[in-house]
């Protein structure tokens, strides 16, 4: 028999302002790939819009298939493309963050888990910001 062990009130949001940088990693990596899995559904769900169009060259040609028309569709939603920015950002830092962990699981930079925690959200933010004038229309983006 165990002792009961008192984990606090689930609402102690109070706790956050005590994480560490490396509680923040592992919450973003895990929130991140939480993100990614969903991304992943949904677009499933709009590939499988292309499937009655696969054997029709002309609905194709013509712009005139299911698949052409919801993804032009979702394109011309300002909304989707700042998600689109969001889900680079999840992705980017997913990946950079598992290339740290995977760094510190060979033994790479043990002791500077804080500072690389660090340069993965600068690195994240470098490669979002570089990236963001692809996602987002010209007269939005000022450079």
Do not use: C
């Not at 949001?13 to 560490?20: A, E, I, N």
């Not at 712009?63 to 909304?79: K, V």
């Not at 997913?94 to 060979?106: F, P, Q, S, W």
Request: hydrophobic share 55%.
């Amino acid at each position: 028999m165990s002792a009961p062990y008192d984990r606090g009130r689930i609402e102690d949001f109070g706790r956050f302002r005590r994480f560490s940088a490396g509680m923040w990693a592992w919450v973003l990596h895990k929130a991140t790939g939480w993100v990614l899995i969903g991304y992943l559904f949904a677009h499933i769900a709009v590939l499988s819009t292309a499937i009655p169009a696969a054997g029709n060259a002309e609905a194709i040609a013509a712009e005139a298939d299911l698949y052409t028309r919801t993804l032009q569709g979702l394109e011309g939603i300002f909304l989707v493309r700042v998600l689109e920015v969001g889900l680079l950002t999840a992705a980017v830092f997913h990946m950079v963050n598992g290339i740290r962990l995977l760094l510190v699981d060979l033994g790479i930079g043990l002791e500077r888990q804080v500072q690389t925690f660090y340069a993965s959200l600068v690195v994240t933010a470098v490669i979002v910001l570089a990236s963001i004038p692809v996602f987002l229309p010209p007269e939005v983006v000022p450079w």
